[in-house]
């Protein structure tokens, strides 16, 4: 066993510094810091894919490393954003990761006691296929959503059917998509991680009771908290659009831009 531990310490496996950088840059969104969640801001490696996780976020994306183990992410992901190089030799150690380049040794300590989470995706067989225009409907609906979290489940914005709709005490939105979400699901999305799922581009999603997991045609899966409690679909009334149709006049928004610069001006 000591023999095979040594055999496997020695053997390095060469990387395109760009595609882990870009498999870094993917799991970012769950290594923000979560002071409750000892997994946070740590990138988790398997041989063959890398995790972050966060309490409230997750992400996979497939890469292969020969790694196991978890270091610290931010730290990994500006050290390879600064790198000028083609190709990095990885090596695994008994408390350390090894990167090799030109004549430079980078070691990273290995984080004991953390591993990838077990969020139920192995065990999903088949995916639902997600609307075509699902994430330009998130990105125009999250325009519209709180950011504030005393604003309860109004930060969340509802997908269902063929629709995206979002809304504060003051405003409602409504994306009407080109097809239906499958099986008539509902999807919630926090507004805060609109930005990383549009990048992620997702293509296909399923929902269990605890989280939305996100699949995208590299393989990779964002996966969110779902939301607890009631979204208030009440306030969806304001959306009816069954009375007449009102025409704005020409020029309304030009005008509206000049009166506000004119009110800050003031």
């Known amino acids: 066993m000591k023999e095979k531990l040594e055999n496997a310490q020695t053997q ?18 769950g290594l923000a810091g979560n002071p409750l969640v000892k997994e946070s801001e740590i990138a988790m490696f398997e041989p063959d894919r890398v995790y972050s996780y966060n309490g409230n976020v997750a992400v996979s994306y497939p890469f292969k490393t020969g790694l196991s183990g978890a270091v610290l992410g931010k730290n990994l992901y500006r050290f390879l954003k600064i790198l000028k190089i083609k190709e990095i030799k990885a ?5 350390q990761f090894q990167l090799r380049f030109d004549h430079t040794d980078a070691r990273f300590n290995i984080t004991e006691g953390v591993s990838p989470p077990n969020i139920g995706i192995n065990r999903i067989t088949k995916w639902n296929k997600l609307p075509e225009d699902f994430t330009k409907g998130i990105k125009f609906c999250a325009l519209f959503a709180p950011k504030i ?4 489940n109004l930060t969340y914005l509802k997908a269902k059917g063929n629709e995206v709709i979002s809304g504060d005490k003051f405003r409602l939105t409504r994306y009407e998509m080109k097809t239906r979400l499958s099986r008539n699901a509902s999807v919630f999305v926090p507004r805060f991680i609109v930005p990383a799922l549009a990048r992620h581009n997702p293509k296909k ?14 393989g990779g899966v964002l996966s969110c908290r779902r939301m607890e409690g009631i979204f208030p679909v009440s306030s969806m009334d304001m959306l ?8 704005l006049p020409k020029g309304i928004i030009k005008g509206y831009i000049r009166n506000s610069q004119l009110v800050n001006y003031l």
Request: hydrophobic residues 35%.
């Open 12 to 29: 390095e496996t060469v990387l395109n510094k760009n595609e882990f950088l870009t498999a870094i840059s993917q799991i970012k969104p």
């Open 91 to 95: 090596r695994q150690m008994d408390t």
């Open 149 to 152: 979290k005393r604003d309860g």
């Open 205 to 218: 999603f399923f929902v269990t009771k605890a989280w939305t997991h996100f699949l995208n045609d590299e």
């Open 240 to 247: 009816d659009d069954s009375g007449p149709s009102v025409s």
